[in-house]
């Protein structure tokens, strides 16, 4: 990890960069798929099964069986565990729900708003080099909160056309019954197009390496909604003087671990606690199992030095991390100021782990800069925005001439008349 000191304002755009993927070469290679998976269905599938996880199925649906065991393989305290964090995930979703919305905005005019689920969805879990069944909660629970008719979820089989336990036990624990043993672009092409096996769906979640990413981009031109864009997994961390170094290393290996192109940006006060926090990442890497992966990681990441606060506020808003840890003094004070942010922990005892996996918020986040447009997934995501309007007589007579003008004045007669005739019928009687 490089230090830079006081950087100029024009170099944070290049300082800041993430490492990036040539989506042109890799649209290229999944758009075949794609399209085979579209034209083939089923066959497809079997056939990049094949080849990408190196598994012949010829029965992609989990059965009972499956599930069961899984449930008695889970061990008992990961199954605790488990049930803790839908418990915490489901308070906050569930706190997430809006009442009808009404108002008469002039007499006789009344406006409505309300939530109505999305009734498709699919849900992609990752199950490379870590088996994310913690994205299966963050994912399942808000979708059944808000009434989802039809929850689908894929992820790949191993190399003996299994499905890692966690993340069946955390599906059955949530609900979710149809899930397929499906992955890579093949199983978004799936759940696009749908298939003899596999349902289509309306809107696809969920995270995935770089041909996922692109294949779900593609899905959008296919008329499919997806959560967000998505890239390589990111952290912030802020820290002046109240930081723990220990604590601030750990939370960067934490994120550096996910992957070698993982990214994490420390930004600090002063040059000591770059120090003394880059000595802690030296020692805690010597025993991470997954030193490899973040070694790599950290050859893409950055401390910055800005003594200002005032210019880190705008360094870390200019660089819209999907994961910001404020460890100061007055995190709050801080967060104030902070508009382009995935999800935000704040002080000393929050690590970005804990909303990754049982705080009670969503680690759906967006990456490579999109929280500065995007949300979390959060309960909102699965819903749709309805609204209603009814107008009484008297409410027609007095918005009926607004009306008119304006649609005279677009040069929309049909418009303008079906507001007239409504009006006429009212002086006829």
Partial sequence: M????????ASWSQLLKRPTMDLASIEALVRPVMEAVKNEGDAAIQRYTEKYDGVRLSEWAVSQAEFEAAEASVPAELKAAILQAKANIEAFHTAQQQDELKVETMPGVVCYRRSVSIEKV???????TAPLFSTVLMLAVPAKIAGCKEIVLCTPPDENGAINPAILYAAKAVGVTKIFKVGGAQAIAGLTFGTVTIPKVNKIFGPGNQYVTAAKQLATKYGLAIDMPAGPSEVA???????????????LLSQAEHGVDSQVVLVAANEAIVDKVKAEVDQQLQVLPRREFAEKSLANSVAVVLGNEADAVDLLNEYGAEHLILSVKEPWEVADQIINAGSVFLGNYTPESAGDYAS??????????YAKMYSGVSLDSYVKKVTYQQISAAGIQALGPVVETMAAAEQLDGHKNAVSLRLKSLKDV
């Fill in 2 to 9: 490089k230090t830079v000191v006081n950087p100029a304002r």
């Fill in 122 to 128: 699919g849900l992609y879990i990752p199950g490379g």
């Fill in 237 to 251: 961390v802020y820290a002046d003087d109240a930081a723990v170094p220990a604590f601030v290393a750990a939370d």
């Fill in 360 to 369: 009670g918020t969503n680690h759906t986040l967006p990456t490579n800069g």
